[in-house]
């Protein structure tokens, strides 16, 4: 009990934990801590709306060209990388959700034949092929429906199913952020473990419900235990599980990125284990393999490369094209890490097949996530200034006259070109690292030799060698492959 | 199935309104066209360039005796930063652009801003596929024309 009171008064101070920060503590521990985050994103999507639908067509000239595609992409991994999962933190898409909530009070399960990230796998890669396909970054309008879209899958689907599901089965930009989570330097965890081991409510998971017996506050709806949790995987930061906690003993804490995340046969709370998993397993070969192919999609030597298998398949559709290349390069990511796993298992004298590629692949994550990173940080690090002459523009549109001053279209780069380019090869080297040392210190853990691991580590090399080149190539702002 | 009905008509409201009120904001005057006359170098590569543009009205006649022009290259993604130049006229209607540059390869918009019988205009075009300098693999489209395969809107 004096324990407790300790947590509530909170006397176990440590500076690692970010709700003893001035501050940003007193905000984090703050109920509406999450919706005012959300109201901010929530005007900024109406803009991008009203922008959109009604704004010019040119992409560089709309806020709905400019915010999504440039400035929310770049902080997204920028708030990964340095902090944590903030923009699920701040989705505008699930305030919509408590409305649906009122109106339907959803009590339908999430359907056991759509289990996982089954789904929002296929809609991840269906995403990204659109993406290429109708040039989305290109096109305001089309930029709009797809806000639209999230606005309307997110309402429809949690006044339909109970709990989380939009986040924990639907929304592809949430695996994104899961999976770029596994590299932040921050974990929603439990300041005191004992402090659990004697609590009987659970408050964390099922909800604080006041005298009244009402539900006062929802507790995690991804079903993630906070005494089980481990790492950031399905977290979304909402924060449920600190304000239901009656005795606060779940915070937001610092921590060193991926170490706690490297073991695949922990039994995580939600999630059971990774290595069990095909989805996340699948999930992490589609978006690593997504990240280098939405790369390789910005440099010169696509269009050769498209040209030629044009020319050699006698397609002209540029659909059908992508969805070859899509097809091949993911695929040809999973053979390869299959055989990788194949080679590991071998070696290890293992008895399954399997057993390499389930222990092994979420050492891709890193690598993968590093090359979105490095991806969107060019864009951002080139363009962010743009929002100003943009807001300018926007401004003397809207009020008929420059409040904000002429547009200032000289600002464009945060950073010198070549600052950029060196920039995001250390981001991708950091990337690499991770996933070296991932394979390493698991191998490690499992007691393998290093040849065990060996096949592995030649996988990562290639990627980043590939990486490299790919990042060392003239970009190319396209919006038409085939001419 | 109430929600269907409340749901379905917000969605066509939007479609309609986004129709409607559609480009309000930086839209282009119809009553001016741009055309590409050349591009040197051709086909257009990354660095500087010469544009010799054509304007003309609704009933396609060259528009004359406006002396200068602003000329705006920005590209299909956001997050360049535009090349703006003056462009002077040379007779039939015909603007040269001045320190016009292409600063990196792909599909580049051109949007020409000036005064014309008093009001202000905005006409766009577009030069696909600027190449790098360093190679030169085209696109099939690219390969079928010598010059810079513009486009009209």
């Avoid at chain 1, 235990?225 to 950031?232: A, C, D, I, S």
């Amino acid at each position: 009990m004096a324990h407790r009171t300790a947590l509530i008064l909170g006397s176990t101070r440590s500076p690692s934990d970010l709700q003893h920060w001035p501050i940003l503590g007193r905000w984090l521990r703050w109920r509406h801590a999450r919706t005012s985050a959300q109201v901010v994103l929530l005007i900024l999507a109406l803009l991008v709306l009203y922008d959109g639908f009604f704004g010019p067509p040119l992409a560089p000239k709309n806020l709905a060209g400019v915010l999504p595609w440039v400035h929310w992409r770049g902080l997204v991994v920028l708030a990964l990388l340095l902090v944590g999962n903030l923009f699920c933190f701040a989705c505008p898409f699930l305030l919509p959700r408590r409305l649906a909530r009122r109106l339907f009070r959803a009590q339908r399960a999430w359907p056991r034949w759509l289990p996982g990230k089954w789904l929002a796998l296929v809609l991840l890669i269906v995403f990204f092929w659109a993406y290429e396909a109708f040039d989305l970054w290109a096109s305001p309008l089309l930029t709009a429906w797809v806000i639209i879209t999230y606005f309307v899958a997110a309402f429809l689907i949690d006044g339909f199913f109970r709990g989380a599901a939009f986040c924990k089965h639907v929304c592809p930009i949430g695996q994104f952020n899961f999976l770029g989570s596994l590299a932040s330097p921050t974990v929603v965890t439990v300041r005191d473990p004992t402090v659990c081991a004697s609590c009987v409510t659970k408050d964390c998971i099922r909800g604080h419900f006041n005298a009244a017996g009402k539900l006062a506050q929802h507790g995690c709806e991804l079903g993630l235990f906070q005494p089980r949790k481990v790492g950031n995987l399905d977290c979304t930061f909402c924060l449920d599980c600190v304000h239901a906690c009656p005795v606060q003993n779940v915070t937001l804490r610092l921590r060193v990125p991926l170490i706690t995340e490297l073991d695949p046969t922990v039994n995580r709370s939600g999630i059971g284990r990774l290595s069990n998993r095909p989805d996340w397993m699948l999930l992490v070969l589609g978006l690593t393999g997504l990240g280098f192919l939405n790369a390789f999609g910005m440099v010169s030597p696509v269009y050769a490369f498209l040209s030629w298998l044009s020319q050699t398949l006698h397609i002209t559709s540029e659909g059908l094209l992508l969805a070859l290349v899509f097809l091949a390069g993911v695929g040809l990511l999973g053979i390869t890490a299959l055989l990788a796993g194949l080679a590991t298992s071998v070696l290890a004298r293992a008895r399954s097949p399997w057993w390499g590629f389930r222990q092994f692949v979420y050492s891709l994550a890193p690598l993968g996530f590093s090359m979105w990173a490095a991806h969107y940080l060019f864009h951002f690090l080139t363009g962010a200034l743009t929002v100003v002459p943009l807001t300018q523009s926007f401004v003397m549109d809207v009020f008929g006259h420059p409040l904000l001053g002429w547009p200032a279209w000289h600002l464009a780069s945060l950073l010198p070109m070549n600052v950029v380019h060196q920039f995001v090869l250390l981001v991708f080297a950091a990337g690499f690292f991770g996933s070296a040392t991932w394979a390493l210190v698991l191998g490690r853990h499992l007691q393998l030799r290093f040849h065990v691991v060996l096949p592995w580590i030649v996988l990562q090399v290639v990627l980043f060698l590939f990486g490299v080149w790919l990042l060392d190539q003239p970009m190319e702002m396209r919006g038409t492959l085939l001419g | 199935m109430w929600v269907l009905r409340v749901i379905i008509p917000l969605l066509l409201l939007s479609v309609l309104a986004s129709n409607l009120i559609a480009c309000q904001r930086g839209q282009q005057n119809s009553q001016v066209t741009v055309d590409i006359v050349s591009v040197k170098p051709s086909p257009p590569q990354v660095g500087a360039a010469e544009l010799r543009l054509r304007l003309r009205d609704q009933r396609g006649q060259p528009i004359v005796g406006l002396g200068s022009v602003e000329v705006e290259g920005t590209m299909s993604h956001a997050g360049m930063k535009p090349v703006i130049v003056q462009a002077r006229e040379e007779g039939d209607a015909v603007f040269v652009t001045q320190g016009f540059e292409f600063t990196m390869a792909g599909d580049w918009m051109i949007i020409v801003r000036g005064t014309w019988n008093g009001q202000a205009f905005e006409a766009r075009t577009t030069i696909p596929g600027v190449r790098s300098g360093i190679q030169s693999p085209a696109t099939p489209a690219h390969d079928q024309g010598s010059g810079a395969t513009p486009t009209h809107e």
